[in-house]
Each structure stands twice: as structure tokens, then as C-alpha cells.
């Protein structure tokens, strides 16, 4: 085949062009397929730019739920032990154990253990501690009302009144404010369900007596998401007078919170005719538990 016929065969191959008449005008259609693809593309970015701001502001609204139903004490970080807090448990438990029988080489053959419910209900703000040991009328040892000047204890046989005996004065004598972090991570059992815990453990000072004894060691037990405070166990050295082992403090249900202010001074009847004026710092904020 010659060049010419080639050129022509090639020009055979193209669009033929397409002469019009002067009144008509040349319209060129795009493809409709790339259109409706186009179309569809944004409309999916758009869905997916709302789904994403929506999720933002449904995480907002629930932190700020989940933050304001709770009080941050951001007690990851707290390297010491606050039990200055305001705090509410009901229905707690105090546990004494004492060994009751040991043989001639001092090793310990039997322990005695004793429980009975506490509550507890502490308004930090106003320097206010309510604390009652035995929540029946069978078990009942003691309840203590405590305020920023003077401490009212009510038992089964009197009242008194100790302006010795102040809420500084009766926090401190925990034993607990200077306990340190430990860097374990903790599950105790408590009231039947294992529960996370931030432990702090330590020697209390030198002048924290506790029934007459300066404990060896205290732990003191955590709620990592609140703050307060979940336990306080307490070990005592072993002496030729005293067979005291532990006792413990346990707030399952302890919450954040501020306790009515009545209850600080719901004294018994009998407070009101028989309170004895003291000021003896030998009162002490537990001595009664050991008969």
C-alpha cells in the first residue's frame, strides 16, 4: 500500500467532522457515569465529616457528664495518703484481730477475730467527722461527733465533751496523712467484690497511739477513681501486755459527698442532760474497742 493510501486509511479512522448550519450550536455531552460517581463521592465525604463532628460532640457531653458526677481529685498523681476529704459510707466494717493463743516459741496457734459495722460521714469542709462504731443496738460500742474545737462521744454509759480532742487533732490520730504511694498495683477483696485500689503504706509518727500502742505499719486503701477512702488496716507489735494483731477499716460503699449537717449534732437524749466536760488528752479515738 502506498503512503497516500495510508494517510487516507488514517483519516478514514477519524471522527468525521460534522458541518452544522449556522443556526445551530455544538453541545458536548460528558460522560453522565462520571457525573453521578462525582455526586456520590461527596456526599459520602459529607456523611463521613458528620459522623465525625457528631461522635466530637457526644464525647464532649459525656465527659463533662462523667466529670461532674464524680469530684476530680485526679488521685492518680497524689504521692501521699488524703483522708481530708468529704466523704459518706453508711455501712462499714471494723475488724479487730488478736491472737488469743501461742505456744512457748512464740509461734501463734489461734487468732480471735471481731466484726462489727461502722459508719462513717466526714465533712472536711466545715472540719466535721461523724463516726459510730457498731450499727445495732446489740454491738453498739460508740459514736463519736466530732468538730473543729471539741469531740462529743456518746457510749452505752455516759457522754463526754473534749475540747481536747479536735477534728485536726482526731484525723491525726490515724496515723495515716503521712503514708506514702507504694508503686504496686492493687485488687482487694472488700465486702465480697474484688475492687482496684491505690495503696499507700508507711510508719505513723512516733506520737500515734492506737489502744495504747504505736502500730508498726498502716495501709491505707484508695478508690482510683474518687478519692476516697476504701480502708485502713492497722499492724501493732507483739508485747508481753497486749495480743492486739490488726484492725481494720473497710468503706465499700464510701462516695463523695457532703453528709447532712444534723447529723453532727444528733446527740442522744441522755448527751443532752449528762455531757462531762474533759480535757484529758487521754482520750483517745478508739481505746473503747478493747475490753
Not at 502506498?2 to 452544522?20: A, G, W, Y
Not at 447529723?263 to 488528752?281: A, H
Request: charged letters at 20%; hydrophobic letters at 35%.
Amino acid at each position: 500500500m502506498s503512503t497516500s493510501d495510508d494517510s487516507e486509511l488514517t483519516e478514514s479512522n477519524k471522527k468525521p467532522t460534522e458541518i452544522l448550519d449556522d443556526d445551530v450550536t455544538l453541545i458536548s455531552v460528558s460522560n453522565p457515569y462520571g457525573q453521578l460517581k462525582s455526586i456520590l463521592l461527596r456526599i459520602l465525604l459529607a456523611i463521613i465529616f458528620l459522623g465525625v463532628g457528631v461522635g466530637a460532640v457526644v464525647y464532649s457531653v459525656y465527659n463533662s457528664e462523667r466529670n461532674s458526677s464524680t469530684e476530680d481529685t485526679n488521685v492518680t498523681t497524689v504521692d501521699y495518703f488524703n483522708i481530708r476529704v468529704n466523704q459518706i459510707c453508711d455501712k462499714g466494717l471494723y475488724i479487730m484481730e488478736t491472737i488469743v493463743n501461742v505456744t512457748s516459741d512464740g509461734d501463734v496457734v489461734k487468732r480471735d477475730v471481731t466484726t462489727i459495722g461502722t459508719s462513717w460521714m466526714q465533712d472536711d469542709t466545715h472540719q466535721r467527722l461523724y463516726l459510730r462504731f457498731g450499727l445495732t443496738s446489740d454491738d453498739w460500742i460508740y459514736t463519736d461527733f466530732v468538730h473543729p474545737t471539741f469531740t462529743v462521744r456518746s457510749t452505752k454509759y455516759n457522754c463526754t465533751k473534749n475540747y481536747g480532742v479536735t477534728y485536726d487533732s482526731y484525723i491525726k490520730s490515724f496515723g495515716v496523712e503521712n503514708l506514702h504511694k507504694t508503686t504496686r498495683e492493687e485488687s482487694i477483696l472488700i465486702d465480697g467484690k474484688y475492687r482496684p485500689v491505690i495503696v499507700y503504706s508507711g510508719v505513723p509518727a512516733a506520737n500515734i497511739l492506737v489502744h495504747g500502742l504505736h502500730p508498726v505499719v498502716i495501709f491505707a486503701y484508695m478508690n482510683p477513681n474518687s478519692g476516697t477512702t476504701y480502708g485502713l488496716e492497722t499492724f501493732f507489735p507483739r508485747t508481753g501486755t497486749s495480743f492486739l494483731f490488726r484492725t481494720e477499716l473497710w468503706f465499700a460503699n464510701m462516695t463523695i459527698g457532703s453528709p447532712d449537717a444534723s447529723v453532727f449534732f444528733n446527740y442522744p437524749p441522755e448527751c443532752e442532760f449528762s455531757v462531762v466536760n474533759v480535757t484529758s488528752q487521754a482520750f483517745s479515738s478508739r481505746n473503747l474497742l478493747i475490753h
